[in-house]
């Protein structure tokens, strides 16, 4: 499943707390960081599974884009932890 938001974070911010949270948060499926770059992440998890950690500066917020198969709530609980971008559009 694909999950999507958009925060006020910067990208490496998105990144860094992602590398902690995983390694810190999700005690019980245990992922460990596999591949990272300034825009990606991909975590490893139980049985071989993935978490695949995207992000987009789009002016002053950043879209986040995140896959996985068996993940979903750990992904839900990251994007509970970070700011939201509010919708400016008039």
């Avoid at 990144?15 to 948060?25: L, M, Q, V, Y």
């Avoid at 599974?49 to 002016?59: K, P």
Wanted: no cysteine; hydrophobic share 40%; proline share 3%.
């Amino acid at each position: 499943m694909v999950h999507e938001m958009t925060t006020t974070l910067s990208g490496a911010e998105v990144i860094s707390r992602a590398k902690t949270f995983f390694a810190e948060r999700v005690p019980q499926y245990g992922t460990f960081l596999e591949r990272e770059s300034a825009v990606h992440a991909t975590f490893r998890g139980q049985g071989g599974e993935e978490i695949a950690i995207a992000v987009i500066a789009s002016g002053d917020t950043t879209r986040i884009r995140a896959s996985t198969l068996l993940f979903d709530q750990a992904i839900g609980r990251f994007f509970s932890t970070l700011p939201a971008a509010t919708d400016l559009s008039p």
